[in-house]
């Protein structure tokens, strides 16, 4: 079957650094997303990766190793408003997405 | 604000009742989703339109029915609902159906309990 690992709930401090990481198991592998949920709202698109590797975005960046059916969220410099919910998704040979449960972070002042 | 509004945001309804769930995207997508959210469980898929036609029902029971007049608009009718249906309902458009690394944009979602 196919399967997105994910930690249920991470605590991270304020203006630290945190990684968020994905392992997939998929029937083939077209690209993997990453979704911010802030509670209550509509989960919205943070990055996409295809190739390995590190993809930066300000204090955010997403690394892929195809290899090892692995992906990691890092953010950096947290802030308050970072406090949600992170969402994987691998795109499969079908280009079905295929979620993982989400990671809860909790920022602390 | 990602261009897709759902209506209504907050919906109770008893395992009698008919309601629907209307989406509207504004970002001249073609394809348009419904997904149901349950606590700690991921995003399940239920629906895909692309260009008004069903490409995807995934053994979604009947007594969710979904309508889809035109590409902006998709609706979830619901009737004779279970308590075990009471989840966040999502509505999600993108450009294509997904062939391809389609992003999808959500919509804020309608949280519904079934007493």
């Known amino acids: 079957g196919q399967n997105i690992d994910q930690p249920t709930e991470m605590t991270a401090t304020e203006g630290a650094i945190v990684q968020i990481n994905c392992t997939y198991q998929?029937?083939?592998?077209?690209?993997l997303f990453w979704y911010q949920q802030h509670a209550g709202e509509a989960p919205t698109f943070l990055s996409y990766?295809?190739l390995d590797g590190l993809e930066e975005k300000g204090r955010f960046s997403s690394f892929l190793s195809r290899s090892k059916g692995y992906s990691y969220l890092l953010l950096k410099e947290l802030q308050m408003k970072d406090s949600a919910s992170y969402l994987c998704?691998?795109?499969?040979?079908?280009?079905?997405?295929?979620w993982g449960a989400g990671t809860k972070l909790i920022i602390k002042p | 604000e990602t261009g897709v509004t759902q209506t209504p945001r907050h919906l109770v309804m008893g395992m009698t009742n008919k309601k629907s769930l209307k989406c509207e995207q504004h970002?001249?997508?073609?394809?348009m989703y419904w997904y149901k959210q349950s606590a700690k469980k991921p995003l399940e898929l239920m629906f895909v339109?692309?260009?008004?036609?069903?490409?995807e029902n995934n053994s979604v029971p009947s007594r969710f029915s979904p309508e889809c007049p035109n590409s902006s608009h998709l609706f979830l009718h619901l009737h004779t609902l279970q308590p075990e249906d009471s989840a966040l309902y999502l509505c999600?458009?993108?450009?294509?159906?997904?062939?391809?690394?389609?992003?999808?944009?959500f919509g804020p979602g309608t949280r519904l309990t079934v007493l």
């Open positions: 339109y692309n260009f008004k036609e069903q490409t």
């Open positions: 970002l001249g997508h073609n394809a």
């Open positions: 990766n295809v």
């Open positions: 999600a458009s993108s450009q294509d159906t997904g062939r391809g690394p389609d992003t999808q944009y």
């Open positions: 998704a691998v795109l499969d040979s079908n280009y079905q997405l295929i």
């Open positions: 998929t029937s083939g592998f077209n690209g």
